[in-house]
Structure formats: C-alpha cells, structure tokens
C-alpha cells in the first residue's frame, strides 16, 4: 500500500512539473497588431510634436487623456466647469486652486540641495477644506471604439463625450479605482528611486566616465535626475484603504523641486509632462527664459523615457493588446505631483560635507563622513480624472542608502539578541539534562519562545526570496532563527515529552494513610499524608521514540503555519481591530512562563526547574525587539509610538517571575486551595502499626508481624545498607512524636512498596523516573 502511494504522489510531481506555466505568451491577433501600431504611430507623431515646438508655442492638441478640461471661469461666476479641449488650448487640466497651490511650491530659491533623493519619506495629506472645492471629474475615455485614425497627419481623434455641466463625476466606483481615495485627510508614503534611467545609452555614459565631460546626449541629465516614485496612500483613520500609485518625473537637482506624473492607455503624461511644467511656472509668473530653459530640459530628459515606453509598447512579439491596456487603465485614478524638496541646513552641512555623503552612501568604501540628513518635502497630488486633490505637508523619511544602513543594525541587533537566547537555550539543557529534571519543564514554555524564532526564521526567508535589503544580514538572521528551532528547542522539547511520559502512568488512584491526621510541617505539604495502594499492573504500552517525534514536529509546524497566518491576516486588518490583534498577538507570547507555573504546581514540585540567568534573560531578550518597534520613532517597521503594549507586557513578564519565585519560597500550591489539584504522591509515608497488622506492606515487615516494632527495618536495593524505618504506634496516634515527623524524611518508599535512602533515590531519580528494583514507573518527586 505504502509503495503504491509513493507511485501515485511521483506521477502527480511529474505532472506538476512537466505540465505548462500559466504565464505562456498569447499572440496578437492581425487586429490587435494594426491597432498596436496605430497606437505607437500616434505615440510618437506626439513626441516629434513635442520636440519640435518651445513652451511659448506647445498646446496638448489630441494628446490622450487632455481632450476636456476646466475652462476660464465667467465673470462673476466662480463656479468650476468642463469643456472640449481645442487647438486654441483654452482648456486646462488644472482647476485654478490647484494650479495656484503647485505652482507656489515650484520655488526657485538657492540653496544646499540633496543632488540624490533616492529613499523614503513619510507624512499626512489634506483634501480640500470644504464642499465648495470639491473637484470635477474629467472624463478620459479609454474605448477603442471612440478612436478615429488619421493616416495622412499619423494622428487618433477620439469622438468627445457628452458632457452634463452639472455632473461631477459622482461616487460611482470609488472603491473598486485604485487611487481614488474616499477618505479626506490620511497618511502617504513616497518612495523615491532618484537616478539616471538605465536605459540611456551605455557608450553615452562610458565617454561620460572616460572623458570627464558632459555629452551632448546627457546635457539634459547635468541638472535633472530621473524620478520614479511609489505612493502609497491612505486614510487616517483606517488603513486597510491603501492605494499604490506609480509615477515618473523629474527631479531638479539644484531648486529642490520634482514633477512627475502617471502614464497609462488613457493618460499621456510623459508627454505632456513639460507642457505641464510650463504651464505651472508661467502661473508662478516665472520670466519667459526660465520657464523656457525648464520646458526644454523637461522635454530633453523626457525623451528617453518616451521612446524606452514605445520600444516596451511596440514589441509585437511580446506586447500586451491595447484593449488589456486600456482596460488596466480604466481601473487607476492618474495622478499628478508637484513636490518641493527642502534645503540641507547650511550651518551643519557644507557642500563638500554633503557631496562626501551622497559618494559614500552611493558607493561605500569606508570613508567616515557626518550623519545624512534627513529628506523633507512638502508639495501636491492632483488627479484629475477622479478628482482627487491632496496637500502633504512636512513629509519626512531617510534617504534610501541611509534607511539601509538602519536597516542592517537593526537586523545585526537582532541576529545577537538570537545568538544570545540560543546560548541561553543550550546551557538550560545542560542543565536539565536528566529525565527527571526534563520532566519539571513545561514543554508549552518552551514551545512559545522556539515559535518566536520560527516566526522570525519564516520572515527572513520570505524577505530573503522577495530580495529584500539586506539580504546578507536575513541570510544570518535565517541561520541563527532556525539553529534555535530545530537543534536546541525542538530537541528540547522532545527530551520533555519522553520523560513526561512515564508520568501518565505512575498516578493511580491516592489513598489516605491509617495515620493520615498526622501534620505536615514542610511548605507547601498536605494535612495528610496520601500513600498508594499498588496492586501488580500489565505492563503499559509506551510509544517509541520516533512515534514522539514525529507528533511532536508535526504539532508544532502546524501551530507555526496557524501563527504565521493570524499574523498576516491581522496586518491586513483595518486598524483597530489590528490594534486589539496585536494586544492579544504580543500578551499571549508574553505569557511564556505561564505554562511553567502550572506545571510546577501541578507536580508539586519544591525545586525551580528553570535556572534563573535562562527565565531572566530570555525575557529581557524578548522585550527588547518590542521596545524599539513601538518607543523608537521612525523605526524599520514603520510601527506607531505604543507605550501601553510594551509595559503591559514587561509588567504581565515580571508578574510571572514573581509568582515563579514565590513557588521557590513558599511552596509550589503556596495560594491554590488543595481540592482543584491532584493530590501529591508521598514517599515519607509515616508507618502506623495498624498498616503493618492488616499486611498493607506485604512481606516488608515480617520480622515485626509478631509485634516486635524494633525489627521494623530493611535494607536499601541501592547501597544495600539497612533503612531504619519510622512505625506510629497506637500510643501516637494523636500525638507524633516530632524526632520521628523528621526521622521519616531519611527514607523514601515507591508506590510498589520498595525501600530506599532518600539520598539514594534521589540521585536515582535526577537520572531516570523507574524503580530501580522492578522497573515500574514512578510519580515525580
């Protein structure tokens, strides 16, 4: 049956791997092809009309996605309308406000700039103040039906809508269209990649590298980088409504300033990106030569960019119908964005000072520098088709070589913190060692903390396979996590377990001694003294070693997937209810030695079986992640400042330790009533006369069965010397003799009615839970 199965899963693997990818290339049809290249024709009759005309003479004309527009508002009516875009460009994308708003964050202003803003940075966003600025939705139809080809100019009409001045566009869709927020204030995250677009020519760069000097092809470069930019936008409130926008624009290296835009099927923006630049700066009233001097720059930087889209777009072989693209389209807002980037204060940084950082950041060799600044930038972001506008003030964040460097301390921290608990780990197995001191442990103690490592093993593979920096340091991080799991906490788990399991069947039922009115002094002892009535058993069936193991693996792995599952799903959640996920996520991890308070009450067991450098520092080490991730501002994981979790946690920690050093103190059930736990098995019993008459101990008295109580003794199988033993006479009932109360504690006698020392059975039983003369298990002590 077993190799059957093995067959079967085989066949399913190789048809698993030789069955073809969901991915496989689909040609395009004669249609889609023509369209295709109707498309591209029209892209580039839009980027030689581009090239060819100055700010002072550019329209948009028929450019996609610039068809209506705002038009010139009537005298004494304030009121926003929609209008048809023509060749007179009477029309614009901008509603007043907006434009006003972008152009005064277009400064020109000198100063000490970051030539690289390559990072991230952080901050809230404000929609408009009141109803009366709500904006227009302005219609951008994406339908190939709509198209009109005009091959004697190589240009595409599109057939304008009818359009209802009294339609703003409505609410209809807002949450299936990425980017169109509902909320009207929130959070933003811009992730900026600032640099020279790779696909520049190489042989342009190379004589760039060789010759020290800027070529003609790169003079449009020596004051613009290239921008792309990932936005994440948010609500504030909850952020379970997150928006990703990409956009690509320009970034001025000596003002500060960035421009970049959207580009999709139903929106041109590379294209009309110096057209909106111009119009932008002629509303700052910039003077004709400056604004001259940024639209050819735009248009210059901007070309590669247009004509690496049409190389992607024109690929025949391999392109994406124009309907698939229109389509994905339809379903994003397009966004516009105007930022301005603050000045590096100039008392602490010189030129020199921060040209030294951004080389050593860009390619590190050591050299020492001052600490870089941070990146902050304020500016707008306008969509026009969803008529969206958002104002982010003072956003600020770390640039992305800096951020890294955070990032690898950070992980190097935590890569120590695991070399430490896995150390800690292995010298509290050193010394519980036996099966005896094993079975003091509580496995579920044991199992929170090797999940915690598990937790982080799988998180540093995952960002290991999506190559996220630093991949060297997760590597490590991976390494040391999953040392922990699997060599030293799952091993000690299992030494736990099997030494556990002779427990399960060493607790028959408890009965009460003859001379059970007899009292107790040590702590934590019972009014009366239980002893065992044994009768001969069958031999119970213990599982092997391998059965243990593989339930054990397979409990915990299972516990660790339904871990790492509550966990993503809850940073998936809106926020309160991740808020309350994560008091629960971190308070039930915090309660690592719970478990061990209960199995030590339950054993009764006087002697700590945890060593206290190991319970100490494992929390500590446990606390500190939690610490930086909600008291650190700005942290790695980009957390929020929480100072109620961390000190619920070390309070709810400490309290553990407290009660663990109260059980050491004053007894294991020192505050739980003796009713609701078991009862403790006693191997001092105090011996009554009564007991020896009616032969409850068998033949261990038969040289006392004629009454003589001085006979009363035996020999120890350990070191087979005479056991003196303590008998309560009818004299005592009432009143023990206390010589003999601390007489009993000198001997010790199993369930199955066999005599040892106390310090011979006890040093048996740090080794190994049996009765050294028939082998039965034996309770703990």
């Known amino acids: 049956m077993e190799s059957v199965f093995r067959i079967i899963l085989f066949i399913m693997l190789m048809g698993l791997l030789m069955s073809p990818g969901g991915n496989r290339y689909t040609p395009l049809s004669r249609k889609e092809k023509r369209q295709l290249e109707q498309l591209v024709a029209n892209h580039k009759f839009q980027a030689d009309r581009l ?11 028929n450019l996609t996605g610039f068809t209506f527009g705002y038009t010139k ?3 004494g009516d304030k009121r926003q309308q929609l209008g048809c875009r023509d060749e007179g460009d009477k029309v614009s994308l901008f509603p007043q406000d907006v434009l006003n708003e972008a152009s005064s964050y277009w400064k020109n202003e000198k100063g000490l700039y970051l030539r690289n803003i390559s990072g991230v940075v952080r901050g809230d966003w404000t929609g408009p103040a009141n109803d009366t600025q709500k904006l227009l939705h302005i219609p951008m139809p994406v339908s190939q039906q709509n198209w009109t080809w005009h091959p004697h100019n190589h240009s595409v009409s599109i057939t304008p809508l009818p359009i209802d001045p009294d339609d703003d566009g409505g609410d209809e869709g807002e949450q299936r269209i990425n980017g169109n927020i509902t909320a009207v204030d929130g959070k933003v995250e811009l992730d900026f990649i600032d640099a020279i677009p790779s696909y520049v020519n190489q042989r342009i760069l190379s004589s760039y590298f060789a010759n020290h000097t800027v070529p003609k092809e790169l003079e449009a470069f020596a004051d613009v980088n290239v921008v792309t930019c990932t936005a994440q936008l948010m609500g504030q409130e909850s952020d379970s409504e997150l928006h990703t926008v990409v956009l690509r624009g320009l970034h001025f290296k000596h003002s500060g300033n960035v421009i970049m835009t959207t580009h999709s099927a139903k929106f041109w923006g590379y294209e009309a990106l110096a057209g909106m630049l111009a119009e932008i700066m002629q509303t700052a009233d910039r003077s004709r030569e400056s604004t001259d001097d940024a639209f050819n720059t735009t248009k210059e930087a901007m070309m590669p960019i247009i004509e690496r ?4 777009i024109g690929d025949t072989d391999q392109a994406v119908p124009v309907s698939e693209m229109e389509q994905e389209a339809a379903a994003s807002c397009e966004y516009i964005g105007v930022l301005h980037v603050d000045s590096v204060d100039a008392n602490q940084y010189s030129g020199i000072d921060l040209r030294n950082i951004e080389s050593e950041l860009q390619y590190p060799v050591g050299r020492p520098h001052k600490r870089p600044p941070r990146l902050q930038m304020s500016g707008v972001l306008y969509s026009p088709d969803c008529g969206k506008k958002m104002t982010v003030g003072d956003a600020k964040g770390l640039l992305w070589n800096a951020s890294l460097m955070k990032q690898n301390h950070v992980v190097v921290a935590v890569i120590f913190l695991g070399i430490i608990n896995t150390l800690l780990l292995a010298f509290q197995m050193q010394k519980a060692s036996t099966p005896s001191l094993c079975s003091r442990v509580s496995i579920w103690s044991i199992g929170v903390m090797s999940m915690m490592d598990g937790f982080m093993c799988m998180f540093s593979l995952m960002a290991i396979l999506y190559r996220t920096q630093p991949q060297l340091q997760f590597t490590a991080l991976a390494f040391v996590s999953f040392t ?3 060599l030293f906490g799952l091993r000690f788990m299992l030494n736990i377990t099997l030494s556990q399991i002779p427990e399960e069947f060493a607790r028959p039922a408890a009965i009460q001694t003859p001379g059970g009115n007899a009292q107790d002094n040590t702590p934590g002892g019972d009014d009366t003294l239980p002893v065992t009535e044994t009768q001969p058993a069958a031999t119970p069936f213990i599982p092997s070693d391998a059965d243990v193991s593989t339930a054990l693996y397979g409990r915990f ?5 339904a871990f790492v599952i509550v966990t993503t799903v809850t940073y998936g959640m809106t926020a309160p209810r991740r808020y309350v996920m994560e008091y629960v996520i971190v308070l039930g991890m915090a309660s690592l030695w719970l478990p ?27 606390l500190l992640p939690l610490y930086y991730v909600c008291l650190v501002k700005d ?19 400490a309290l553990q330790l407290f009660v663990i050093y109260a059980q050491h103190k004053f007894g294991p059930r020192f505050i739980l009533p003796q009713h609701i736990l078991p009862p403790i098995y006693d191997y001092h019993p105090i011996i009554s006369q009564d007991d020896i008459e009616s032969g409850s101990y068998g033949a261990l008295f038969e040289n006392a069965a004629n009454g ?17 033993l303590v008998v309560q006479t009818s004299d005592e009932q009432n009143n023990m003799d206390p010589a003999k109360l601390v007489a009993r504690r000198q001997y010790m006698i199993t369930p199955c009615r066999h005599v040892f020392h106390t310090d011979c059975m006890s040093n048996w039983m740090i080794r190994k839970l049996q009765c050294p003369v028939c082998r039965n298990p034996l309770p703990p002590m």
Not at 51 to 61: E, I, K, L, P, V
Not at 309 to 312: D, Q
Request: net charge positive; with cysteine; glycine share 4%.
């Open 51 to 61: 090239r060819n005309h100055n700010a002072h003479d550019y329209t948009f004309g």
């Open 73 to 75: 508002p009537r005298k």
């Open 309 to 312: 889209h049409l190389s992607i």
């Open 484 to 486: 922990y799991v699997s």
């Open 557 to 561: 792995y299972f516990c660790l997937l």
């Open 596 to 622: 061990q308070i209960y199995r030590t009450a339950y054993r009764g067991t006087q002697q700590a079986p945890l060593a206290w450098y190991f319970m100490i520092g494992s929390s500590f080490t446990r």
């Open 635 to 653: 942290d790695v994981f980009r957390h929020r400042i929480d100072r109620i979790l961390p000190t619920l946690a070390t309070l709810w920690i």
């Open 708 to 724: 003589s109580l001085e006979d009363a003794h035996t020999d120890c199988s350990i070191c087979m010397n005479p056991v003196e």
